[in-house]
């Protein structure tokens, strides 16, 4: 069994003093708050290495902000060692953690998203009532014999706001929702602004029933609960990007163009959220435009600017393509976000750069998949399978294409049975035993990364 070590704030210093800036926590908090990531985890790793379980967590909290399989494995990891060190709030991040792989389909982490969230509700973080009540609704035989509405009305009546939510969520996992518009409006409207869920609650009811109540009306509230410090700007990052999903009946991408400018000065991520809006919504600014904001968001170091500047490039769309361009940009991107690699791969793939380079398409599709993109696994298939430019291997086209189905990659599933129709039944065996060492180096890769983290918190 391993000893804890603690290490004086002191010593921590004398040991950070040849590394340039003295890692700051509570710097790294306004970084994070303000939407600058980068910094705040170049002050939390420290930090976190040497077993401060707020910075542990807060890093884990970044790290889950990624989209990437990596991010999994480094943020359970970070929550497991704050929580062994006895810092309560980690069991619900912890809770949460796994409930996520729950909606994602994973039921593996049914007993530890229960435990964790309990836990954390033992502790007193009553946070998690949202959680734990959705949990039992969505896993009944999880919750035993306890009442999830008497849970929820308990937490109501000593006065937690985040239990007004938790209710509205009941109703709507009940199918009780379209009958209670008033009273979730009502509920709502009382758990403002602690609850920012709520804004955008209202905001549905809203339009779906103008006589209970305003959008612009709610928006403007948004705008002053800003202002006074109410309402930070991440939560209204989220409130914009639900603005403008295409995929409500009414998205109002004009005022969540205006949220993002009201918080692009402390949250430089508006920046990309603006790009992203004037190419989904062209009316909102001209390609001149477009590129000003991108040019502003890589400026600021943003990762998802430089992604979003070589897809401009690379699809040639708004901009005439420029596979230089296309690569200078994603190659900057791909130090950060991995699904850059499989444009990369594109690039060289296509020859794009005037002549192709499939080795090096290979290499980046490879990196690609390895880090959760399954289309990447998909282009290595097709690759292998029609065997341009590379040699023809039948046995690592089926493996790439059976991985990039189990990812979930349905366009995959007609090349897989193109394969294995194709191919003799020994073919498919040895395909078979790839696709399962493939699978299992990247699950040794995540199993690497959470003892890389628990070494450095020891």
Same mark, same amino acid.
């Given at each position: 069994m391993r000893m804890k070590v603690i290490v004086p704030a002191a010593l921590l210093m004398l040991q950070m003093a040849g590394c340039g800036t003295l890692p700051d926590y509570g710097l790294a908090r306004q970084a994070a708050h303000n939407g600058?990531?980068?910094?705040?985890?170049?002050h939390l790793e420290p930090l976190a290495? @040497?077993?401060?379980?707020?910075?542990?967590?807060?890093?884990?909290?970044?790290?889950?902000?990624?989209?990437d399989l990596q991010s999994f494995s480094k943020t359970e990891a970070l929550y497991i060692k704050a929580a062994e060190a006895g810092y309560a709030r980690a069991y619900g991040r912890l809770g949460k953690l796994y409930l996520e792989r729950l909606e994602d389909g994973d039921k593996s982490y049914l007993e530890k998203a229960r435990d964790n969230l309990e836990l954390a509700l033992e502790s007193g973080d009553t946070s998690v009532i949202i959680s734990l009540a959705e949990l039992f609704l969505s896993y009944p035989e999880s919750a035993g014999d306890r009442d999830v509405k008497a849970l929820i009305l308990q937490a109501m009546d000593e006065g937690n706001l985040d239990a007004n939510y938790a209710l509205v969520r009941y109703y709507q996992l009940h199918g009780e929702a379209d009958d209670r518009k008033q009273e979730i409006a009502d509920l709502c409207r009382k758990a403002l602004p602690e609850v920012p869920e709520c804004y955008l609650e209202?905001?549905?009811?809203?339009?779906q029933q103008p006589d209970l109540g305003d959008v612009d009306t709610l928006l403007e509230k948004v705008k002053e609960h800003f202002i006074s410090g109410r309402l930070n700007s991440g939560r209204v990052w989220k409130i914009a990007m639900w603005l403008a999903d295409r995929d409500r009946l009414h998205p109002r991408p004009a005022e969540? +163009?205006?949220?993002?400018?009201?918080?692009? %000065?402390?949250?430089?991520?508006?920046?990309?959220?603006?790009?992203?809006?004037? +190419?989904? @919504?062209?009316?909102?600014?001209?390609?001149?435009?477009?590129?000003?904001?991108?040019?502003?968001?890589?400026?600021?170091?943003?990762?998802?600017?430089?992604?979003?500047?070589? %897809?401009?490039?690379?699809?040639?769309?708004?901009?005439?393509?420029?596979?230089?361009k296309a690569e200078k940009h994603l190659l900057t991107a791909s130090k950060e976000i991995a699904r850059a690699h499989y444009f990369l791969g594109n690039i060289y793939? %296509?020859?794009?750069?005037? %002549?192709?380079?499939?080795?090096?398409?290979?290499?980046?599709?490879?990196?690609?998949?390895?880090?959760?993109?399954?289309?990447?696994?998909?282009?290595?298939?097709?690759? @292998?399978?029609?065997?341009?430019?590379?040699?023809?291997?039948?046995?690592?086209?089926?493996?790439?294409?059976?991985l990039a189905v189990a990812e979930g990659y349905t366009r995959a599933e007609a090349l897989l049975e193109e394969i294995k129709a194709s191919v003799t039944p020994e073919t498919v065996a040895l395909g078979d035993?790839?696709?399962l060492r493939e699978q299992t180096q990247r699950n040794e890769q995540m199993v690497a990364l959470v003892s890389d983290q628990e070494e450095g918190s020891n």
């Open positions: 600058d990531p980068d910094l705040a985890i170049r290495e @040497f077993g401060m379980p707020e910075a542990q967590v807060l890093l884990g909290d970044l790290y889950r902000d990624r989209d209202m905001a549905e009811i809203y339009q969540s +163009m205006q949220l993002l400018k009201m918080i692009e %000065k402390d949250f430089p991520r508006a920046l990309y959220g603006q790009a992203r809006l004037m +190419m989904d @919504f062209p009316v909102l600014g001209s390609t001149d435009q477009l590129l000003e904001v991108l040019q502003r968001g890589r400026e600021a170091g943003l990762a998802e600017a430089e992604m979003l500047t070589g %897809k401009l490039y690379y699809s040639g769309k708004l901009v005439p393509l420029d596979a230089v793939q %296509k020859g794009f750069l005037g %002549k192709d380079d499939p080795r090096r398409a290979v290499d980046h599709f490879l990196i690609a998949a390895r880090a959760g993109t399954p289309y990447a696994d998909y282009a290595l298939a097709e690759y @292998f399978w029609k065997g341009v430019g590379i040699k023809r291997n039948a046995g690592y086209a089926y493996s790439f294409a059976k035993i790839i696709a």
